[in-house]
DNA sequence: GTCTATAAAAGGATAGAC
DNA sequence: GTCTATCCTTTTATAGAC
């Protein structure tokens, strides 16, 4: 049982889940059917099959992996600055041109979440992470403000998923302004702070 | 040519149409089959297929149907209350039960207008029309706050998105009290305002 | 492991009786 | 106008050669 194998066949999964998301992201799941991921991938149908044991099974295996992504992007986000400075660090992900193909990905995988269980429950602990991140960094805002932080991460966070919503259909569509109202209302709350710069412009 | 075969042809579209939102909120467009349709209008595909030439017709009637009635929900919020009032009326459309089916609806529109020209460009027209509706109600707001009016309709439009897709994957969460902080940070700029009362709380 | 070819099933759409 | 029965295409999944 030679090593070299297992992470061969590890390689080729990941290979076949990368133009999987591609295709998803596109077309939705319904309408991209297993000879799209072949093409996409390169492979053969009877390769595929060797890899995964349905359609369903790569969907679930691409929504788990798409959630792994999803966490170590929030991570990027943690370093030790001031409050404001990281949450624009953080919504500033949609201004990447390359994240469109995410934020349809997103939201493919969100209309999917209404009917499919085990999609659902990925949604649902990827967005608690969300939360929990966004908590970190809403706690000081919140506290100046008088709001409850945890009330005030999940404002954030309907923000931010409202914004990818509208990149995914329109990603020519420039988000980063209207995200610097939010820093506005969020800023000026005491102009006089002690928790670091406050700027409001985008 | 009697006017009442008109009335009833009109009539029996609209049939198929409910019949079929209820499918599409549930399922999605491409799983929902076109005898999931005739079944949950208890009609025969012979039928069906009398009043739409295609499913995709179906699909595009109904948004079109979905669209009009997005508008007149729109309409309800235009009383001449003072904004902060008009917004709650707005945004307190998420609170009722009956509305996770409409949340799963537009989910489902949305991540289909990534790819569906049609629905994409029915798509644009009823977020304009929102963008507009918003404008209304958001300016004396922005004007306090010293925000472009239409930038803060923008950031308004997205919490009201964000939070519908949270009520379509998860209908028994409570958004009102995010909603609710969205007030408050609107309603803190000045607490002596002169445009009416504006209570934070949900 | 990967390919080609194909079996098996599902779904969109239509024909023809009533 | 509506139904039942069915055609035809597409799609998932597998069998067997290499």
New binding site residues.
């Given amino acids: 049982m030679p090593k070299i ?1 297992e992470a ?2 590890s390689e ?1 999964k990941r290979q076949i889940l990368l133009a999987s998301a591609r295709r998803f992201a596109r077309q939705g799941f ?7 991921i ?1 093409r996409e991938a ?10 995964f ?4 099974a790569i969907i679930a295996a691409m929504a788990e992996l798409g959630a792994q992504q999803s966490a170590a992007r929030m991570d990027a986000a943690r370093s030790g600055l001031d409050p404001l400075t990281r949450l624009r660090m953080f919504l500033s992900e949609f201004s990447r041109p390359e994240a469109a193909q995410v934020n349809q990905y997103d939201l493919r995988i969100w209309a999917e979440a209404i009917g499919n269980a085990g999609l659902r429950s990925i949604y649902l602990r990827s967005r608690a992470q969300l939360i929990e991140a966004l908590g970190d960094i809403a706690q000081p805002l919140a506290a100046r403000r008088g709001v409850d932080p945890g009330l005030l991460a999940e404002l954030i966070a309907a923000v931010a998923i409202g914004s990818e919503v509208r990149k995914a259909i329109e990603p020519e569509a420039d988000v980063l302004p209207v995200l610097g109202v939010l820093f506005a209302l969020l800023a000026s709350g005491r102009p006089t702070t002690d928790d670091g710069p406050a700027q409001a412009d985008a």
Avoid: F, H, M, N
């Fill in positions: 194998s061969r066949k080729r319904a309408e991209t059917t297993i000879l799209d072949c390169g492979l053969s149908p009877g390769a595929v099959y060797t890899y044991d349905s359609k369903e």
